[in-house]
């Protein structure tokens, strides 16, 4: 007899966030698991076929079955490495910095049990060192397989070799493969998924929503994000591509409810609230999800978007603050313009008649970016000045003040976004230049 629930099929891993001066370390079960969690929260049974380390087979077992787990299929186990990610920054404002602990020296020794995975009729497989080929053949035709692409996935040879038998390829603007093969121009990987027969792609792109691509007719549904305060953002999108890949309904619907469910996991790691605020969204009725609104700022339109730096970001100071926020506005795929850097700087004793071509060069610049990301260190006086031409202007104005020094009331109410939390400003980026790409005129 079929299944009637999904399985997931993966690796079970350890999640180890790296403690800061503000936050301590936190464990937790990672990998396939986070898919589990997911659709536990949704309200959906499931099964999970695992990869799993020796020393983690019972304790997966336990926390799973006690988290909706129908069935535990134990595909292989992990030998040589302890499958432990260390995780530098989980709410992703720049690269994350993951560190698989000795990924060199893992090995998978399958397991000799018979496995029938020919049963289910809904598959979703998040790729590992394991042999995914092997997986694939135990599979019917017939079943109806979502992959994620999202990470061990490098080569279009490895997707190629997937031909005739998956339905439905997700992927994250965060994996090597995206980096590869779209980062300029989506169409590459659109013709790769059409070419092993893939109905649909979901582009899963962080803050700025998703697009989900019927390779049929062409057709694009923009899904939105709805920003707050990340609290972890690790296996977000395992969770969103579970749901993708086991809901029924439209292909549409089920990003829909992917979407509501990624966006609760980013804001706790603690199951019982997950479970209550998915129950919550979740009974929204489809229609009304749609029409509430959010982020819109696809991957490719961000470097058209052009973001002004007004900051001290001289050659004889060093903020590390503005590296970081470069780094992570960079990350996300937006161009930012550095007037220090382009029209040169001024050396400190220059004469006062020498400025103007400076001034007149930053000015214009202004002019042609769409928003202002605003870092005022030591309250700079050129960067406050910046700040007001650029609301004088009418252009969005993001302040990062990451020492607390400038609760002017003009600097923030003038500003779109303020904070010293350079996750709440990346979010007031992307709010801002979503609106502006949704009505120019603003």
Request: aromatic share 8%.
């Amino acid at each position: 007899m079929p299944e009637k629930i999904p399985i997931l099929i993966g690796e079970v891993a350890i999640d180890f966030t790296m403690p800061t001066r503000v936050t301590e370390a936190k464990v937790r079960l990672g990998g396939v698991v986070h898919a589990a969690r997911g659709l536990w929260a949704s309200g959906r049974g499931y099964a999970v076929g695992a990869f799993c380390p020796t020393y983690l087979i019972e304790q997966a077992h336990d926390y799973l079955t006690r988290h909706g787990c129908q069935e535990f299929v134990l595909l292989g186990e992990i030998v040589g490495a302890p499958n432990v990610i260390a995780i530098r920054d989980v709410k992703e404002v720049g690269h994350q910095g993951y560190e698989d602990i000795l990924r060199d020296q893992r090995k998978v020794v399958l397991s000799r049990d018979h496995v029938d995975l020919s049963r289910f009729d809904s598959v979703v497989i998040f790729p590992g060192s394991y042999d995914l080929g092997g997986v694939i053949n135990q599979i019917k035709r017939t079943a109806r397989i979502t992959i994620d692409a999202a990470y061990d996935v490098d080569s279009e040879d490895f997707i190629r070799s997937l031909t005739g038998r998956v339905e439905s390829v997700a992927i994250s603007t965060s994996s090597n493969l995206f980096t590869k093969l779209a980062s300029s121009d989506v169409a590459p990987l659109l013709d790769l998924a059409k070419s092993v027969g893939a109905k649909q792609l979901l582009l899963k792109e962080n803050r700025g929503g998703s697009r989900l691509f019927d390779l049929g007719t062409g057709d694009i549904e923009y899904i939105t994000a709805t920003l707050d305060v990340t609290t972890n953002s690790v296996g977000v999108g395992d969770a969103f591509t579970a749901v993708f890949g086991s809901f029924d309904g439209s292909a549409k619907d089920a990003a829909w409810r992917g979407m509501q469910v990624a966006t609760v996991y980013s804001q706790t790691t603690w199951p019982d609230d997950l479970q209550r605020d998915i129950e919550r969204e979740l009974r929204i009725p489809i229609e009304v999800v749609r029409g509430l609104g959010g982020v819109t700022l696809p991957w490719h339109v961000r470097r058209d978007l052009q973001i002004y730096l007004a900051a001290p970001d001289f050659s004889y100071k060093d903020h590390p603050e503005i590296s970081a926020a470069v780094a992570a506005l960079e990350y996300h795929n937006f161009r930012v313009r550095r007037p220090v850097k382009e029209n040169g700087e001024a050396s400190r004793n220059a004469p006062i008649e020498s400025l103007s071509s400076y001034y007149f060069s930053d000015v214009q610049l202004l002019r042609e970016c769409a928003a202002i990301f605003a870092i005022p260190i030591e309250r700079d006086p050129g960067t406050l000045v910046e700040i007001g031409l650029a609301i004088e202007m009418g252009k969005p104005v993001v302040t990062f003040d990451p020492r607390d020094e400038n609760r002017n009331t003009m600097v923030v109410r003038g500003s779109t976004s303020y904070s010293s939390d350079l996750d709440v400003c990346l979010n007031g980026i992307f709010d801002a230049l979503s609106k502006l790409q949704r009505d120019p005129r603003r």
